[in-house]
């Protein structure tokens, strides 16, 4: 059950999904990722979709009930413009809804610019997955997933997911005392 | 179509609306947007009314759709109490919800006064307006408009309205620099 | 009617209900209340119950509405695993939702913390009573206590309970000018 941490990668963007311009975010998403997970192995699930509630709602379905994600990291569709639903196809997926993430990501990229009150990112759990809504910038990916990524590890564990080791260098996972377990030697 | 933007500013008051006391809200909030907005011309569209929560909600709808609000600021009725019902109306009428603004401007008001967690103020769009609640107090209103303002020329950018210019000595309103437009010489 | 102040402590917890483990929870909020609380004389109502929804509803619903509780803080339950339902369960029985106390209680276990953003807690209003999450540690009990309890006296005022004041040496309530009575001779 540990041997693989199956993390779904979502780009919601009517353009990217068209072909009219290259997707930066699953890229991103993933160099992120590639960095800092050094344990269990990651499989990743890629969907490149445009942005309609109902087509976002449907891959995170499938993300986590079919494919059995433990992780969901979208990105793009986040803002307030009329095309920008990926918050509320989350919402609609939702069993629980983890207020705590969109607070801090708001608050990290509020340091790089004033409008990042402007984004509406939350996270939720459905089932055993924690699906997390991210910026559609490169560059504002790296500084929120730098930002918050310390408890994902920890949610995965509770959620009943593989327990996942980082890289220090890049981002040092907390966990209480408890839950910790030595490394193999 | 940017030659105006049309403000709705809503002071939800039983006793100022039947003229128990004199409305201190809308004047604040005119004082601080004649001094913040530059361009283009705005013009105001008033609302007295009393603590009602389908009142405030008839009222919000009234100024988004027939009156073609670019944005609208309600000040009162946040907090705990029985009669503060002007986030439940805001909202009723929502198309998206956007947590940054009321979260920044708690966070704001935060550094006067502990009680700032009492105030319950949301921000939303619906269709081509951003609604955003206040405080009741006008030294409130100043703190808080000074806090958020920064964001709200871009989001009316991103739902379709004028593009606002505010003066330096206020507000820096901020764009990326893909959204900025250079100043007529 | 200010003769007293009614209290619920309410600990959500299959372990400790089930007598697996002892219940330090609700020891962890009177011990607090109990320095914090200098007036008026507090009457405390205990509950110590199962981590199920329904429960913990009628648990919070009979505290109000029955037994005229003030405030009722609740303790455990509040993060992300399936078991976690507190947060469910006092949203399901709100008037109103105070989003800047869970903020604000983040933010705090935050500087302790990097998985203080797993904690789901919220607060609310139900008839003449607030209704605040708390963490399952007494430790981080004692953080958030310490961080948001400034505003719950006035809190308490606004919703028409009795009036509350607090040793300064805890936690100095704080009220508007207005509100502050002169305590007697």
């Not at 969907?47 to 979208?74: M, S």
């Amino acid at each position: 059950m540990n041997s693989e941490l199956v993390v779904g990668v979502v780009s919601a963007s009517d353009r990217a999904a068209g072909g009219v311009y290259r997707d930066e975010g699953i890229p991103a998403l993933k160099a992120w990722l590639g960095k800092a997970i050094i344990a269990p192995a990651v499989r990743y699930e890629e969907r490149l979709i445009p942005d309609e509630q109902p087509v976002i709602e449907a891959a995170l379905v499938d993300l986590v009930d079919a494919k059995g994600c433990h992780l969901v990291l979208t990105t793009g569709g986040t803002g307030p413009a009329p095309r920008d639903v990926t918050p509320e196809a989350t919402l609609a997926v939702a069993d629980k809804v983890l207020p705590g993430f969109g607070e801090l990501m708001r608050a990290v990229s509020l340091k790089y610019v004033p409008t990042a009150i402007l984004s509406r990112q939350v996270a939720v759990v459905r089932r055993q997955a924690l699906i997390l809504n991210l910026p559609g910038q490169p560059k504002a990916i790296k500084e929120t997933l730098d930002g918050v990524f310390a408890a994902v590890p920890y949610c995965i564990d509770l959620i009943g997911g593989p327990y996942v080791e980082t890289d220090e260098a890049v981002v040092k996972a907390f966990r209480p005392k408890s839950a910790q377990r030595p490394r193999p030697a």
